[in-house]
């Protein structure tokens, strides 16, 4: 009830936080990558990423879906926090409501950083996904929240996929540290 609270207080301040910063650590990366979340296209999907970046919910959570020249997907406060068992990895999400798509002509460029859902696309919840590359067929069909302006570099060492579908094997990088900025 308490996490359900905090989304919903975030909501209804008129001041949204800007961006986030996560702190990546593993075999592959080390080191911060900044994103700058896009409050006025996707208000409630960035309302819900800082209120689980503010409780802590993404700390330690690992990049569990990584394929190379497409995208490096985290986010499964449920089954991706490392140390645990990760074959479920990909599978949660938090204990927040899903949430409604909010679609918006933002193309899926390199950097561009957006929510991981089902096949419904009122499933979003926590994960997200950040762009290697252009995948320009994502537009119109998966929420844009952000923009990484800061550690691309961070970004493409993060370690890659080897098995199905972009699953890590071994040890995947994490989030070591997720904080909301200003």
Do not use: C, W
Not at 27 to 45: S, V
Not at 54 to 61: I, K, L, M, Q
Not at 135 to 142: D, E, I, R, T, V
């Amino acid at each position: 009830m308490f996490k359900l609270a905090s989304v919903f207080a975030v909501l209804a301040s008129p001041l949204f936080a800007t961006g986030i910063q996560i702190q990546v650590a593993g075999e592959g990366a080390n080191g911060t990558i900044t994103i700058d979340l896009f409050e006025d296209i996707a208000p409630n999907h960035v309302a819900q990423i800082t209120a689980l970046a503010s409780e802590g919910a993404y700390d330690g959570v690992v990049f569990h879906r990584v394929i190379d020249g497409f995208m490096a997907q985290t986010g499964d406060v449920q089954y991706g926090v490392a140390g645990g068992d990760m074959s479920r990895a990909g599978a949660g999400k938090s204990d927040l409501p899903n949430l409604k798509a909010e679609f918006s002509a933002t193309p899926f460029d390199r950097g561009v950083v957006g929510m991981a859902r089902s096949q419904s696309p009122d499933s979003a919840n926590s994960q997200f996904f950040i762009m290697f590359a252009p995948g320009h067929f994502l537009n119109g069909n998966y929420t844009v929240i952000g923009q990484v302006t800061g550690g691309l570099d961070v970004l493409d060492m993060i370690k890659l996929g080897a098995g199905a579908n972009g699953s890590v094997v071994g040890a995947p990088d994490q989030m070591k540290k997720v904080t909301v900025t200003d």
